[in-house]
């Protein structure tokens, strides 16, 4: 990019941020005249305390001076620009117009309340912009959108959020789970060894010499030292207040996590719907109203170039799509279908297999521990021990490379293969966590067959599974644990050493070391550990600490992955898909991992030898039992809000409002369609009138 011509600081004053005022002008100059160019004029949407062209560059970091920060202080306490210079849209110019009258009659009040009234709103603005300037990893994000598309920039965006949850879910755990159990004097010791109820005993405590092999054991497979930790359910000791704020946390993560995601996806539901209808997706929006005239520095200004060359390919690519698609003859498209159906069937019979064999593994696992042969090898239990996590890894390893070709084949556009692969991939790895879940429901419940010799004392199966949610949370832990070890291996043992060798080749052999990064798989990946964590956060409480440590982790792997192993995508999506499609796949890993944990606590009885709930029928029956020591005023208030009286009136509000809404929402669409065709309308008479301007230019210009 050339070099910016020199600004004369007369113009832009002391403080380098503003242009000066017109009357303290000598006269027009070059400055004058290139300070009223838009480039110039969108200084002023960056805000006070931004230098011209050129004068300031961000360094990767996207620091600032402190000379800078400054100015900006001292021009926010000067009198802010007009809404009409400002290049903002329109709903942005209404807000500040009104936020400048609000001011200004702040002013000119003598009122206190008005005046504190400013002071907050200020200070509610100066928070949220120090909040935004705290998100982690801004300048690395840009730079991956950049240089690899919106896609892959989603991906570590998604990381990001889930990152920020499992702090949240973490900080949640610890508070109202380990605090409460250190804060009432501290964990009750395990269980004897001998028969203390009639639902036999249970110690988790191994026997005899611990060997080193044994402790790393132990640390793999969650047993031994880890059994009876703070990691697990069994651990925490039968407390009524302790019980409540253990089963509360769980439901306050979940509401938390709802909330959150639905909040992060309106915003893409919007995208995808002004995409759909074709309005943001013209190439003349991207041609004239794409570029962002506030850049600063020729790195954000290539990385620009590049995000607007990929959404013009994403453009280009599904328009040669339904331009084919719409050529089509009637016998093209009987042969289009009927390959999409025998596809789909393939699709069916893979994951039906891949199910089956998931369910064998872990029904499997019980028997194969009970084997001599397995007792005597440490290494071959570890790997019986391991044997539905290596089988549930194999599957989401396997299979998610042959859905990409399968969709490859169908004839359908980028957007629309990425939401097949993600589709399939999602029921995959969900369907093989619920299978999984399923298995060990049946040696819990005895197939759910009450009157079962085996479970029949204690209503779960007593002998073999002492403490079933501590079994429940070690399977997480596990699929937790060797997810990471996969991930792991993979790229120290495969993607670096094949560019390693390969860079060394020239020709074809050497860009082989190349390759791309898979947007859908390593998404459905971050889904499919957070379902995982979704699910076993009640049954392991520091899950999501653990969580935490390793999508901390997993983000600088796969930074330095796509660095210095991939190359940008051949073929990309759009933004909207990423923004939408990602958090409602996340929503139903939600809803999916709920089904097990409500389940567990509704219907299940508790274990009676370890856990906050021993000795209950169920895991709810504590929060009844809780409610009734509270004062009567409050009982009432709760009691209520669970009868018709409340319902009723409730349902009947939520439908008036959701008519509303609803009537609200038709109503804009038939004035949005109107406005469209009286843009339409617009359009033909200027193009009708540059006819007549030209027929009359050639009438007067005629001999």
Known sequence: MEDSPAWEPEVWGSAGGWPAPWGARAGPSLSSVLNQLPSAASLRYRGPGVLPWGTLEEDEDGERNIQTLAEAAEKDLQEPPPSRELPWPMQARRAHRQSHARDQMARGSRSRVAYWALLFRRSKEKIREGLHTLKPWEWTLKRIGGQFGV??????????????????????????????????????????SGPSSPCGSYNPHPQGLITFSSQLFN???????????????GFYPPRPRLAVTYLCSTFVIGLLSLLLILRRSVPGLK????????????????????????????????????????????????????????????????????????????VVALLGAAFYGIYWATVSTMQLKKSPLVKKMLLLELGV??????????????????????????????????VLILLRTVFLRLASLLVLLLSLWKQITCVGNAEDEACKRCGYSYKELPCWETRLGQEMYKLLLFDLLTGLAITLFIQFPRKMLCGLCPGALGRLGTQEFQVPDEV?????????????????????LLNTAKFLLLFYLKK??????????????????????????????????????????????????????????????????????????????????????????????????????????????????????????????????????????AANGAP
């Open 151 to 192: 896609g892959t920039e989603s991906y570590f965006l998604l990381l990001r959020f889930l990152l920020f949850l499992n702090v949240l879910a973490s900080v949640l755990k610890v508070c109202m789970t380990l605090l409460p159990t250190w804060l009432d004097g501290g964990p009750t010791d395990p269980p004897g």
């Open 219 to 233: 640390l793999l497979s969650g047993e031994g030292f880890l059994e009876w930790s703070p990691l697990f359910y």
């Open 271 to 346: 995208q995808t719907l002004l995409a759909e209808s074709g309005v943001l997706t013209s190439y003349s929006h991207r041609v004239f109203s794409a570029w962002d005239f506030g850049l600063c520095g020729d790195v954000h200004v290539q990385l620009r170039r590049r995000l607007i060359r990929f959404e013009l390919q994403v453009e280009l690519e599904e328009a040669d799509v339904r331009r084919r698609a719409a050529v089509r003859t009637l016998g093209q498209h009987a042969r289009v279908w009927s390959v999409r159906v025998l596809l789909n069937l393939l």
């Open 385 to 418: 021990d391991y044997l539905s996590p290596i089988f549930i890894s194999g599957v989401n390893l396997v299979l998610p490379p042959v859905f990409k070709l399968i969709a490859q084949l169908e004839g359908y556009t980028r957007s629309h293969q990425i």
């Open 524 to 544: 459905l990946g971050l889904i499919y550990a957070q379902t995982v964590v979704w699910v076993g956060s009640f049954f392991c409480p520091l899950l999501p």
């Open 560 to 697: 330095l992955v796509l660095f210095s192993t991939c190359s940008p995508a051949s073929r990309t999506f759009r933004a909207s898909t990423a923004n939408f499609f990602f958090p409602m796949v996340l929503l139903l890993g939600l809803a999916v991992s709920a089904v097990p944990v409500l389940y567990s606590i509704f219907l299940i009885p508790p274990s009676k030898l370890c856990g906050p709930f021993r000795g209950k029928l169920s895991i709810w029956a504590q929060i009844p039992e809780f409610i009734s020591r509270l004062p009567q005023i409050t009982q009432n208030f709760l009691f209520f809000l669970g009868t018709q009286a409340f319902a009723v009136p409730l349902l009947l509000v939520s439908s008036i409002l959701m008519a509303y809404t609803l009537a609200l929402a038709n109503s804009y669409g038939r004035l949005i369609s109107e406005l469209k065709r009286q843009i339409e309308t617009e359009a033909q008479n200027k193009v009708f009138l540059a006819q007549r301007a030209v027929a009359l230019s």
